[in-house]
């Protein structure tokens, strides 16, 4: 894969292309339109990366023929696999749309990268994990998935691991990302109550997990394909919390002391969130830890600053 000098120009499929500098990647990215999409291509392009941004109009994971031809189309160097079925309630009720998409998708993506040897980076998530753990999980605890959409997500790190010898596992959280108008988390959901002038907030106070704010993901994204010390990373900002402790820093950082919040537990949302979830989603970076890469914030401070967006 490229060429072997940097004057060299590189050909595929009738297409002429100066070949990047050492240091700089040419990346397909799929399901790049989502919420971390939308943040990590702009931020891959601003450290002069040469991106190609994808979603499903233009290439769908789950046709092959889509996948071949794009990998086919120009030369490039990395696959990031962000296209995925993110919605737990969607997986739940439609488990064949959930296991194409997720599962086969990715399967779909990382055979084409074992025939033409380029490395892969797999975006999961800590759904993988059972949640009956006390402590933060780390990538040497044993998944576990309790839910269709952590199925299926671990069953494509499977198949990244089986056929992608060159490849890059990263695990996020509780995902910040987007701003008004993309965002479709917890985030979100507490901002639009506050717009619409509620008087008193609920929030889940039962179940727990580690944000992962998109730019602080994006930055450690571009330090990992940089280094080539490929495997599994966590990749949450640091800290565990509850739905309830976030709403609560929300309204403090706001300074909305005029709203009430109320703890609730799972079942108080049961109806709408009807899909289970782990008690616990807290992850620890501890591989970026041990190899002296991470340099994700701490959570509270990490939503501060993505609540500018809203201002």
Known sequence: MGCEDESRICLR???????QPANLVRILVTGAMGMTGSVLVPALREHGHHVLATDIDDLDVRRPSDVHAWMHRTMIDLVAHLAAETSLEVCQNVPDHAWLTNAIGTKNVALECRK??????????????????????????????????????????????????NHYIMRCGWMMSGGPGKDHKFVSH???????????????????GSPTYAPDFAACFETLIRSGDY??????????????DVARA???ILGRYDIALRPASSSF????????????EAMRNYVLDLQGKNTMR??????????????
């Not at 499929?13 to 070949?19: I, K, L, P």
């Not at 759904?127 to 402590?135: A, H, I, K, M, Y």
């Not at 990538?139 to 198949?159: L, M, Q, S």
Request: negative net charge; aromatic residues 14%; charged residues 20%.
């Open 116 to 165: 033409t040897g380029i490395p892969m980076v797999y975006i999961s998530s800590a759904g993988v994990f059972d949640g009956t753990q006390r402590e933060p999980y780390t990538e040497f605890d044993t998944p576990n998935p309790i839910n269709v959409y952590g199925a299926t997500k671990y069953e494509g790190e499977r198949f990244v691991r089986q056929f992608v010898p």
């Open 13 to 19: 499929s009738d297409t002429v292309h100066v070949r």
């Open 269 to 280: 949302f049961s109806e709408r969130f009807f899909a289970p979830r782990p008690t616990s």
């Open 250 to 252: 929300i309204l403090d």
């Open 298 to 311: 701490p959570w509270r401070d990490a939503l501060e600053d993505y609540l500018k967006a809203w201002q």
């Open 231 to 244: 495997g599994t990373y966590h990749t949450v900002n640091a800290g565990s919390c509850s739905r309830y």
């Open 190 to 208: 507490v901002m639009t109550q506050i717009h619409d002038g509620v008087d008193t907030i609920h929030a889940v106070s039962d179940k727990f």
